[in-house]
């Protein structure tokens, strides 16, 4: 599925480009409401549309997108901009994402959005738009002893339920998407807190202490020093985890 992002902040384009990426998606960025409307780009299935733009209102690009046809349109919007929302849900977008979020939220938003409009659905067994197959969005996932489910978000270790708050699921679950991957601290900071954090990263070491905790075994996230984490199999040292994802 090809999307078009129309976003002239860079600190968000990019996570998301390589955040949507990661699930498949191809992502058609550009930085000005004019070159969003140039159509130089393939003809995308679906616009993710900044309001704010440095060369035009979002909402007049919004307008022009839908006159001209009918691609799913979700708007990107910083808070305080609800009249703004409104005005182009009138206008003919389909959603609306309001800043900070995940790109997972992102995606929920998208399959949601294409469902409706009757556009090419993403569905991540599609073989021609498949995710690489040790990514199951939906499903269970299973590595060693450990069950993830992220359409219900019950983890299981052992058989036994492991009560995790939202975070922390989140933080196991984009972990899990590719076992063994070093994941940079930014890269998780992004997916699971939100694209443009910025500050501290604190918040992060003390929930890997917790899923480490948790999971009864710190072996579960291992610290790539000076980059960030990876989740592996606790001994497990060949790349078993990968199989048993697969
Ligand atoms: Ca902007």
Partial sequence: MRLLLIEDDDRIAGPLTEGLGRYGFTVDHVRTGAAGL??????PDLVLLDLGLPDMDGLDVCRSLRARSAVPIIMITARGEEADRIVGLELGADDYLAKPFG???LIARIR?????????AYTPTE???APEPHQPATGAQTLGPLTLSRRTREVHLDGRPVALTPREFDLLAFLADDPGTVYSRQQIMDSVWDPHFFGPTKTLDAHVAALRRKLGD?????TARGVGFRLTVPGDHTAAAAEAAG
């Fill in 218 to 222: 710190p072996g579960w996230i291992t």
């Fill in 103 to 105: 790109v997972r939220e």
């Fill in 112 to 120: 949601a959005v294409t469902r409706r409009s009757g556009a090419p």
């Fill in 127 to 129: 073989p021609a738009e």
């Fill in 38 to 43: 140039a159509g130089t780009t393939a003809a």
